[in-house]
């Protein structure tokens, strides 16, 4: 059973950093694909960040690019999403996602097969 656990979220002024973890369990993590993902109401789920973790390879949005690195820790299968440099309109639920076997098209919301049950983000200005 795959399960995917968040944790990390908060409030935070314009400017902070907060770090995200997504701890996976349920599948063989080395061969997979994870992400993670935003929304705010009356809006679609938006690609921030994803790593192919069989190599490392990394990929952002230009929106976060240079503000926001993801990470993995392969013996504790996790996931992080270190946040630097917050602005208000990053205010949303982060979502973190998994697809045990990577496809290239990692920006996309069909692409995950397991999502993690979210966790807010507030950025006050």
């Known amino acids: 059973q795959v399960q995917l656990v968040e944790s990390g979220g908060g409030l935070v002024q314009a400017g902070g950093s907060l770090r995200l973890s997504c701890a996976a369990s349920?599948?063989?993590?080395?061969?997979?694909?994870m992400g993670w993902f935003r929304q705010v109401p009356g809006k679609e789920r938006e690609f921030v960040a994803a790593?192919?973790?069989?190599?490392?390879?990394?990929y952002y949005a230009d929106s976060v690019k240079g503000r926001f690195t993801i990470s993995r820790d392969s013996a504790k299968r996790t996931v992080y999403l270190q946040m630097n440099n917050l602005k208000p309109e990053d205010t949303a639920v982060y979502y973190c996602a998994a697809a045990p076997v990577f496809r290239v098209a990692v920006r996309v919301t069909r692409t995950y097969d397991y999502w993690g049950q979210g966790t807010q983000v507030t950025v006050s200005s």
């Open positions: 790593a192919r973790l069989s190599d490392g390879i990394t």
């Open positions: 349920g599948f063989t993590f080395s061969s997979a694909a």
